[in-house]
């Protein structure tokens, strides 16, 4: 795949030079930096949403279906245990459970350990939807990486961003 090269200026760019005329005593490669990060993550969401589209999902659906499915066999959590991962309210995460359920892509039944709980298991159907996602939407993620990147770039890139991330949350 051909690499795109980056522009010698781009949006990121204006903002933090209008910062540097106003305010020249600011460092401003942070803001160029997480400004980056932040419209990177905008655009990809949007082709990774379009990827699962197809899929009848969005990315609040995948995530729930692709943390069942990574939970390994039985592909079972309970919803407490997917609200924690997927850091989204209680509320939140009912309404995605019975969008999911309706679809035929999971079901919940009563958790046989606690009387009061309940167990959120991935149906075949489901599996076999969210493995299909998965690759269409590591498909849009490797074609942006490549396109701009070289193979030992993209492995930097992937260490560096561990790195600031271990540091930051």
């Known amino acids: 795949m051909e690499r795109t090269e980056a522009p010698a200026h781009d ?18 490669l942070p803001m160029a930096v997480f400004g980056r990060i932040y419209r990177l993550a905008n ?8 990827a699962y589209a197809p899929y009848g999902m969005a990315l609040g659906e995948f995530d729930v279906l692709a943390t069942l499915r990574r ?16 850091m989204i ?15 035929g892509l999971l079901s919940r039944s009563p958790d046989p350990n606690d009387r009061r709980g309940l167990r ?3 149906s075949e159907r489901g599996r ?12 849009e993620q490797r074609e942006a990486l490549e396109s701009a990147l070289a193979p030992e770039e ?16």
């Open 71 to 86: 939970s390994g066999e039985p592909y079972t959590l309970s919803p407490r245990e997917l609200t924690a991962t997927l």
């Open 154 to 169: 993209r492995e930097q890139l992937a260490a560096l961003l561990r790195k600031l991330l271990a540091t930051t949350v």
């Open 43 to 50: 655009a990809m969401r949007g082709r990774v949403d379009k």
């Open 11 to 28: 949006a990121v760019d204006a903002i933090t030079d209008q910062w540097a005329a106003v305010r020249p005593d600011l460092d401003t």
């Open 120 to 122: 959120v298991t991935l």
């Open 89 to 103: 309210t209680t509320g939140g995460m009912t309404g995605r459970l019975d969008k999911l359920e309706k679809a």
């Open 128 to 139: 076999e939807l969210v493995d299909q996602a998965v690759a269409a939407g590591l498909a």
